[in-house]
């Protein structure tokens, strides 16, 4: 049994390639597919069957276009209720894959009708376990994306999931697909990304604590869901990955500032210190990166018009990509030339904590991280709004210069973009939170009073 691992961290996932030397099963196909069927094509093997986990929540499926373009069968829980054809699959199920035997089991608690797909090579012993979103390196995934008022339940359900799937041989090998990045994982995952069963058994949370307070524990410990993630269960159902994608149009500086002011979301790809020396006034800066399709699904308004923007053509491309593996479309693309042949231009300054400590006195410090981060530390007197919050509140900050910062300077530039496209008089910190200490400034640990 050979198993090839796709990262693909654009969405914080791997999928896998899982053959005999001869046929192979691909578990959780991202809508880009091509990885797989290069890793396919090298290893020399032919594509028979497809099969995905679950209905996911975080991405477009691409199984179904995989599995109809190399006529494979493609697998998923006949407990799902989805608008195409498959082979549905249900607990206890026996599946062989050239020299392989699947045996598939019900792991509910990601989602209601989650499976793990135990694969077997009768010849060497070998066993590899495919577990989605089910028992993962170091935690599980999150019993929340179904819906947040089931989570305790599902939660519970991922406690016995968890446990079922450790009962199998030790030595098998686990090949989750969520906790790579992405936000599906209930909690950060082992640093080494790859074990066996038995290396779970002595550390996973779900196996060594019981369950009602690995329950209480796992639910306390949520952040926020992105806002895209609501349509991804819906357009899976109904194979929206397996349609093709439209190539966007490539657009004048003209048109770009005409989108501007229809309120249409042009995002700059450029570095965060790149974009604030000069940019067109009005775009939204995220650097292309592997978080740039996960923050600008969940930025931008669903279905509204997405114009992306750069100096780099491969930029432009990987962008669009991205954005297509979560369901966005692209309108409209522009390469931009040197900044000063730019018809309209702003900037804004770019400092470290040094600067800040400096010359921030009198200022308004904005904390754009998430609610846990801030809570374990964070300055005194700083406002605290998370980023996919911050649209709706920058109109209740304080009036006067804003200093703005996160714990890399990722999301602390979406969010100085965002005020500045508002007119307001931004510094982005471009520092590491870390870095804070060597300055001596004061740090408030806990909920505030």
């Not at 028979?48 to 179904?64: C, R």
Request: charged share 20%; hydrophobic share 40%; aromatic share 6%.
């Amino acid at each position: 049994m050979h198993v090839i691992a796709v990262d693909v961290p654009e969405l914080g996932n791997r999928a896998h390639l899982v053959h005999d030397g001869a046929r192979a099963l691909v578990v959780d196909a991202p809508r880009d597919w091509r990885p797989l069927e290069l890793a396919a094509e090298s290893a020399g093997v032919d594509i028979v069957a497809v099969a995905d986990t679950h209905v996911h929540n975080d991405y477009l499926s691409g199984g179904l276009g995989l599995a109809t373009r190399h006529r494979a069968d493609y697998w998923l829980s006949g407990d799902e209720r989805v608008q195409f054809d498959r082979l549905p699959t249900h607990d206890g199920d026996l599946l062989d894959v050239g020299r392989l035997r699947v045996r598939v089991l019900s792991t509910p608690g990601h989602t209601l009708h989650h499976q793990t797909f135990v694969v077997g090579d009768p010849r060497s012993g070998e066993t590899g376990v495919f577990s989605g979103g089910s028992l993962l390196h170091g935690t599980v995934g999150r019993t929340d994306l179904v819906d947040p008022l089931l989570s305790r339940m599902m939660g519970r359900a991922q406690w016995e999931s968890a446990r079922k799937v450790a009962s199998l041989d030790a030595a098998a090998t686990l090949h989750p697909t969520h906790g790579f990045g992405g936000m599906c994982a209930a909690t950060a995952t082992s640093p080494v990304g790859q074990g066996t069963v038995g290396d779970e058994r002595g550390l996973n949370p779900a196996l060594v604590t019981p369950r009602d307070r690995f329950v209480e524990e796992l639910v306390a410990g949520f952040g926020p869901v992105p806002s895209y993630y609501r349509r991804m269960g819906r357009l899976n159902r109904a194979g929206a990955g397996a349609a093709a994608t439209l190539p966007p149009t490539e657009i004048t500086e003209n048109d770009v500032l005409d989108a501007v002011r229809r309120g249409s979301w042009v995002i700059d790809l450029r570095p965060r210190a790149t974009f604030a020396r000069a940019h067109l006034t009005g775009s939204i800066n995220i650097e292309d990166g592997p978080l740039f399709a996960q923050y600008a699904a969940w930025l931008a308004p669903w279905g509204g018009d997405i114009v992306l923007i750069s100096d780099s053509a491969d930029d432009l491309s990987s962008g669009v990509h991205d954005l297509a593996q979560v369901g966005v479309q692209v309108r409209a693309t522009h390469l931009l030339g040197p900044a000063s042949t730019w018809f309209d231009s702003h900037d804004y300054r770019v400092a470290d904590w040094a600067t800040y400590a400096r010359s921030a006195r009198g200022s308004v410090t904005l904390d754009v991280r998430l609610d846990a981060e801030y809570h374990d530390a964070h300055l005194p007197e700083s406002f605290h709004v998370p980023l996919h919050e911050l649209e709706g509140a920058a109109s209740r900050l304080p009036d006067g210069q804003v200093w703005v910062h996160c714990k890399s300077g990722f999301r602390a530039a979406i969010a100085a973009s965002l005020l500045a496209r508002a007119g307001r008089d931004v510094v982005l910190i471009a520092d590491d939170w870390e870095k804070i200490a060597d300055q001596g400034l004061p740090v408030l640990r806990g909920r505030a009073a």
